[in-house]
């Protein structure tokens, strides 16, 4: 009987796992999108400052990020599927218990700590059954799954607002717990991957005593990748991005607001920023994939172009103007999200993927704990939504220089690399004879 050939299967079920992925990153990410829209009712219901609101959103944001590396532990424990379901699970009683209305820091707990870790532990194993299933065609796969996240908020957008003006806030809240119940559906979709490679076979067709005797230990956790300045490095990238990506969308539509816009036109700009995040991601992906460019090159322009562009989103107050900016920010986000995560891979390699990205989120949460809090203050103090727009343009291309140096590092592992290869396989010169 012969040996299942080692390595990602690169098609047939895995399709499946990014349909089933596809919807995973719609429940999650696009969820915590829309938050925006329960961003002054809830202000309004408790009548405290924009700081103090904010904390909701960035509770959520922190044990997203925080809770990355207990899900990629539990994914080596028990199956990426069984971690999904979990987090299906997390989700929807978060919600559940946050339409209750107790108090404010009843939000933080419900809203913010269980949907938080309910969204990290279904999005983690999502992306890393992904990603262990595509080889080749990692990039395109990965942009497929993470633009669920776009086509659910672009019907999520409307639709959010449509159930608060209908059921009230903790009523809309209630129906999204039901609806994110559906990441166990998804969850149970997610076959999971054979670990037990057959033995090595010699030439003469018998098992290696070495394979046999001594079988692979399974590492649940790898923490020493935090030795690779390249890692270090891109963590930095992860921190300062972190506090450009949440404080837009946040504010988006209470800037809308503040300018006079009112009913439906603020979740039209979330929607069309959803359909240029789509295609962004997409076209990213495709990019990616063609390999006209490293990743990390690619990564590096995108993100200094996003945030040139959210520097200039709050200069104008005509509606036409935020729109066309809006979705030029959704379709540069979309080009950083796509592959910002597959990045990790070229740094820590595969076999150190799923560590590498808990690791990567959970420092993460230090710029989406601050981002949000920090936008709001500046609003606070500025009265003056486009200072938190102008702190988080500033971030994003700061974050940009971090990717540059780490794309210069790993250019240089993999010089030295090849060269040591080089020398070990050179072929000995046959010795002189002696005379």
């Not at 299906?88 to 108090?103: E, K, N, P, R």
């Not at 090159?297 to 993100?303: E, G, M, S």
Request: charged content about 15%; proline content about 4%.
């Amino acid at each position: 009987m012969k040996s299942r050939p080692a390595g990602p299967p690169d098609g047939g079920y895995g399709w499946v796992v990014v349909a089933s992925a596809f919807c995973v990153a719609g429940l999650t990410g696009a969820v915590l999108k829309n938050y925006g829209h329960f961003f002054l009712d809830i202000q309004n219901h408790f009548g405290v400052l924009t700081s103090t609101t904010s904390w909701v959103t960035s509770t959520t944001i922190v044990m997203f990020h925080i809770g990355a590396p207990a899900a990629s532990a539990l994914t080596a424990w028990l199956s990426q599927r069984v971690v999904i379901m979990i987090g299906g699970l997390l989700c929807t009683s978060g919600m559940l218990l946050a339409s209750l209305d107790l108090s404010l820091p009843w939000l933080y707990f419900s809203m913010g700590f269980l949907e938080g870790l309910g969204l990290s532990f279904s999005w983690v194993s999502a992306m890393s059954m992904v990603n262990h299933y595509f080889a080749r065609w990692r990039p395109i796969a990965y942009a497929i799954t993470s633009s669920g996240e776009c086509v659910f908020a672009f019907i999520f957008s409307p639709f959010f607002k449509w159930l608060i003006e209908m059921y009230t806030w903790r009523g809309a809240l209630l129906v999204i717990g039901g609806l994110q119940l559906n990441l166990c559906v998804c969850g149970a979709l997610m076959r999971p991957l054979d670990d037990t490679q057959s033995p090595l076979e010699c030439k003469d067709g018998l098992e290696t005593d070495a394979e046999v005797l001594q079988p692979k230990k399974r590492v649940i956790f790898q923490f020493s990748l935090l030795r690779k300045p390249e890692l270090l490095l891109y963590i930095l990238f992860a921190i300062f991005a972190a506090v450009g990506f949440y404080i837009p969308t946040l504010f988006l539509v209470p800037f809308a607001n503040s300018l006079g816009i009112d009913k439906y036109w603020p979740a039209l700009i979330l929607s069309v920023l959803a359909v240029a995040d789509l295609a962004g991601r997409l076209f990213s992906g495709w990019l990616a994939n063609m390999r006209f460019f490293r990743n990390l090159q690619q990564l590096t322009f995108v993100a200094t172009l996003l945030g040139v562009v959210l520097l200039l989103l709050p200069i104008s107050h005509k509606y036409w103007a935020i729109l066309i900016l809006a979705s030029l920010y959704g379709f540069l986000f979309g080009c950083v999200v796509a592959i910002h995560v597959t990045c990790i891979v070229d740094i820590v390699t595969l076999e150190g993927f799923d560590s590498g990205l808990g690791l990567f989120m959970m420092f993460r949460s230090i710029g989406g704990f601050i981002g949000p809090p920090a936008g709001g203050w500046l609003v606070d103090q500025t009265d003056n939504f486009s200072s938190a727009f102008y702190l988080a343009g500033c971030c994003l291309i700061s974050s940009a220089v971090f990717v540059l140096l780490v794309d210069r590092l790993v250019q240089r592992r993999k010089v030295v690399g090849d060269e040591i290869n080089k020398a070990v396989n050179k072929p000995e010169e046959p010795e002189t004879a002696k005379v």
